[in-house]
């Protein structure tokens, strides 16, 4: 009797084709962070339901995959990174100090109703900048993705915005009570189209259609500007004032001063890397200025694999003690699947660069020392370990795309080196030779 | 009214300091594996509890993270490495081929009582090749190990065993069928010492003092030799003769020859790399020929930090396909806790070379423009985002233990080094030049 091998509905195993890119992904990522001076933090995959709930909705609730342990603990896995790390702040903001700059890779898990290409178990990605009000952080943080996003080699835009603007004409307009549903909605825009979010401005949230219409003239200001400059001068040209909406324009140019001077450039001659979208709302009710999404050039339609902004306060729950900040959450399995598309960094199946056979067996003692030789020049190396024929080695070697085969001459002590790629061979190289031939 | 932030029992938050630790430790560990041919693979943390359970004892379902899910199926977290990958390999068998070498390198949760220095969730690090028979994989396993704590720079010694060495002493002295109790106990031989180890072999397993002394003579065989060829020596002139033991004899001295062929070195003038220990048992039924543990030359007393051994079939429970195999599991936390021990890799609080300070605000600009020379030269650099006074920045540089702090010097452009490490100070360095004088 057996069991059946299976994964539980929403999970997936990683094979090695997958795992080689996700594991360069997230190794060219990190090391993108570290050289911003953020630093990698841990937490527990497993919480107390009440530290993860929080103020936290119903939706959040029924997301939760939640139980008792053995002690009678009322306890769930963490379905983000962001509220564990504002339990972490609280709690350790003593020995952290303030800025602190952290970056969190990690599983999440989300009992949600399983979609195409969506798992109940995902890699997240966050950093943030906390413990300060700078308007510079919010430059370093949009300036790190773009450096992460460049050395991944997408060409990309990151969409700036921010909230008091909207906030400063929802004020003007005299509808700020309803801004949390107009923001919400405004959000949909890129999704559902203009006419959709008109509709649902006016019967559902309940705006008259002057209003509706200044607001999505004030959001247009940003289409087809030629720098950003410009929309901000369209902004202040607008004709509406007050207060918060100075406070928006003074602070986003702040910022894009700052960007201005990292002189963030794009690869391969792609767009400026970030402009102005007077669209950028983000759901979350969470931010309270700066906020960004990012797009990639060849690929818009997956929408935002960045996105982020700027918080009054992140860990209210946990601490009397206010933790202003800025980050951004990268996500990992949309450019992994954009990756696929734009065949971007091939899937393979193994990080072997050559199989050296290990037969015949009176020459395998050689062999054995060719693949140590290889290997101590950096040489990513399979040795066979198998007794058989060429023929099976070749199939094996093709079946896991290693490029080359190194297998013993019919000379003693020399080696021939077979290609993959082309079919070509090098004959009778000797053991010190092999890894300059492989180049 | 906040809620105190804490995290569950037997649980802990990873501070900066032991994470970049840990992440050097296991990119250096991924880096030698992937040299080798390996490949990485990832299962989920959740499984159905049957797959899990398998055929496993009382003792593992209480150390279970059990727990119904909202569909009502069964399901728990996975307590180690080794049942997903053989559910694994039963599933995908068809897809990734044999022999097949991966690496898994994931956190596990069990609900033991904690102990001093053990977590209820902790990483662990696991390497395979499955679907060959051949001694040379036993090979490729332990002198990936080898190479593996070399590049660490850990002194260390693998102490090799055949489990056929001990069963075939066992049947020669007619006590096979306690072999179980008396390997289990043998295995306890370095913990508890020779006493206790003969009298539990004599009151507990039931052997006469005669078989306890010869039982002893053989393991003792290994103590004191020179080299391993003088232990094989030892044993074929121990008198035993059976054909068990002939096949043990046999095996390691095929596995030895390709270690020798291999080349194994250890680093800083290190005992030899291997050595065999009759000693060595494992607790483990599953092994069934080479077996093997690590101990760190200069702190043998916390045991062994990687063991492993060679099994006939992964996956029985999962599969009709007999899937042997050989592998190992490196303790990443035992590491960890001997690098504090020794001092090595010390702890540090950010991965930052350099910060450069963002005031006087008139000169911030140019500032940011310093620290984005640095970062294209490849110098993780923290950019300050304060505006503050310098003794505030160089109480911050000091506390996160930065090397250099970097700020606008009087002379309009240009910069001063100050560093941390000896208190000397640079002045008027051009922009361009930082990185150099960095070095």
Known sequence: MTIEP?????????????????????????????????????????????????????????????????????????????????????????????????????????????????????????????????????????????????????????????????????????????????????????????????????????????????????????????????????????GLNNEILAQGISELREVISYLDALGLVTQNGGPTPFCIDLGIARGLDYYTSTVFETTLTDLPEIGSICSGGRYDNLAEIYTKQALPGVGASIGIDRILGAFDVLGKIPPKQTSARALVVSSPIERRAQCIRAASILRSAGISTELSTQDTRLKQELKYANRKSIPFIIFPSEEEGLFNIKSMIDGTQKDNVRMENLAQELG
């Open 6 to 238: 299976r994964v539980l509905k929403g999970f997936t195993d990683h094979l090695p084709d997958k795992m080689l890119v996700r594991r360069e992904m997230l190794s060219s990522l990190e090391q993108t962070f570290l050289l911003h001076g953020f630093v990698p933090i841990d937490t527990p995959a497993l919480e107390y339901s009440e530290i993860l709930l929080g103020k936290g909705s119903q939706e959040t609730d029924k997301q939760l995959y939640r139980f008792e342990d053995n002690g009678g603990r009322d306890i769930a896995l963490r379905f983000d990174l962001t509220v564990p790390f504002a339990r972490f702040a609280a709690q350790h903001l003593h020995e952290i100090g303030t800025p602190f700059r952290r970056y969190h890779i990690a599983p999440v898990w989300r009992a949600e109703k399983p979609q195409r290409g969506r798992y109940r178990e995902f890699i997240q990605c966050d950093f943030d900048i906390i413990g300060t009000t700078s308007k510079l952080a919010d430059a370093e943080i949009i300036g790190m993705i773009n450096a992460s996003l460049s050395k991944l080699g997408v060409s990309h835009q990151i969409r700036i915005n921010n909230r008091k603007l909207l906030a400063g004409v929802l004020d003007s307009l005299g509808i700020s009570d309803r801004s949390q549903a107009v923001l919400r909605t405004v959000d949909k825009l890129e999704k559902l189209g203009q006419e959709i979010v008109i509709k649902e401005l006016t019967t559902e949230v309940g705006l008259n259609s002057r209003n509706v219409d200044s607001l999505l003239r004030f959001i247009g200001l940003s289409n087809g500007q030629e720098s950003v400059g410009a929309v901000i001068s369209a902004i202040e040209d607008f």
